[in-house]
C-alpha cells in the first residue's frame, strides 16, 4: 500500500469536512418539518371550499322539501298498524305508525345509537332496538330505554285526498 491511499484527505482536527459538499443532505428535519406544514396548510386551505358547502347543506336541512312520496292510502293503515316505506331516498328506511284516527307519526327507523333497523311492537305499543334493547317513545321519538340518547329523526307527514304523504324530515334539536 502506497502513503497517498493512507493519507487522509482532510485534516484530521477538523469534523465539518462535509458541511460543504454538494447534495450532502437534501432533505434535513428542518426542511422535512417546513414540507409537512406546508403540505399541511395546502391541505387544510383547499378543504375549505368543501366544508363551506357541507355547513351551508347542513344549515338547510330542516327547511329542505323533498318532492311528497306516498307512502299508503288511509283506509290501508289500522289504528296501531306500522307501515315500512323509504324516504326521503330510496335506500333510506323509515316507518309510519298509526296511533290514533286522526294522528300518524313517521321516523326513520335507524337507531340513534348505531343504525340497527327499529321495529314497532304493537302488543307492548313501543319501538325497540334489538341489537341493544334501546326503546323510543311512540309520540315522540325520544329514546326511553337502552344506549341511544338521541331521538330517532322526525319525518313529516301530510294526509291528503286519503292518502298519507311524507312530506320533509324534521331537523334534528338539540
Known amino acids: ?19 460543504d459538499r454538494n447534495n450532502e443532505r437534501k432533505l434535513d428535519r ?10 399541511a396548510g395546502v391541505f387544510a386551505v383547499s378543504s375549505l371550499p368543501w366544508g363551506a358547502m357541507a355547513a351551508k347543506e347542513l344549515a338547510g336541512l330542516g327547511e329542505k322539501e323533498y318532492p311528497h312520496k306516498k307512502i299508503a292510502d288511509v283506509n290501508a293503515v289500522g289504528i296501531g298498524d306500522a307501515v315500512d316505506f323509504a ?10 305508525i298509526r296511533i290514533s284516527d286522526e ?8 337507531c340513534t345509537h348505531l343504525r340497527c333497523p327499529v321495529f314497532w311492537v304493537k302488543e307492548d305499543g313501543e ?3 334489538p341489537c341493544h334493547h334501546g326503546k323510543f ?6 329514546p326511553t330505554a337502552g344506549p341511544p340518547r338521541r331521538p330517532l329523526p322526525e319525518i313529516q307527514v301530510k294526509v291528503e285526498n286519503g292518502s298519507i304523504y311524507a312530506v320533509r324530515v324534521k ?3 338539540a
Open 127 to 129: 319501538m325497540v332496538c
Open 171 to 173: 331537523r334534528y334539536e
Open 30 to 39: 428542518r426542511g422535512f418539518m417546513k414540507t409537512l406544514v406546508g403540505a
Open 1 to 19: 500500500m502506497s502513503d497517498k491511499n493512507k493519507k487522509i484527505p482532510f485534516h484530521e482536527d477538523n469534523y465539518t469536512h462535509n458541511i
Open 137 to 142: 317513545d311512540v309520540a315522540t321519538g325520544e
Open 87 to 96: 324516504f326521503p331516498g330510496e335506500h333510506d328506511s323509515a316507518i309510519l
Open 103 to 110: 294522528k300518524y307519526v313517521a321516523y326513520q327507523n335507524a
